[in-house]
């Protein structure tokens, strides 16, 4: 019942910048957690950032000081901010959300591809 629609991939230069949106909507009761993941063919699935109900936010290593993750609560939709870009961010990148809900509990975004050349 709850769906996630990406939007904001593509292809950037090394040192550009994309914004990742990930917008929400279905029943459920409230969000809580909000996460973006990645996947580089070849790779395991990793999370790059978090952000849960009370505001706190996380990061892999890799991306920290580049990557920014926010939400705005009144349209239910979490960005990535990515700036700084490497060629190592190439991935498909996916939206993951945790909520409270009369069914369900987790969804996934389709993913959307990020592609930075040097």
């Known amino acids: 019942q709850v769906q996630l629609v990406e939007s904001g991939g593509g292809s950037a230069q090394a040192g550009g910048s994309l914004r990742l949106s990930c917008a929400v909507s279905?029943?459920?009761?409230?969000?809580?957690?909000m996460r973006w993941y990645r996947q580089a063919p070849g790779k395991q699935r990793e999370l790059v950032a978090g952000i849960i109900n009370g505001g706190s936010t996380n990061y892999a290593d890799s991306v920290k000081g580049r990557f920014t993750i926010s939400r705005d609560n009144a349209k239910n939709t979490v960005y990535l901010q990515m700036d700084s870009l490497k060629p190592e961010d190439t991935a498909v990148y996916y939206c993951?959300?945790?909520?409270?809900?009369?069914?369900?509990?987790?969804?996934w975004g389709q993913g959307t591809p990020v592609t930075v050349s040097s």
């Open positions: 279905g029943g459920f009761f409230s969000i809580k957690a």
């Open positions: 993951n959300v945790l909520y409270w809900g009369p069914v369900g509990r987790e969804s």
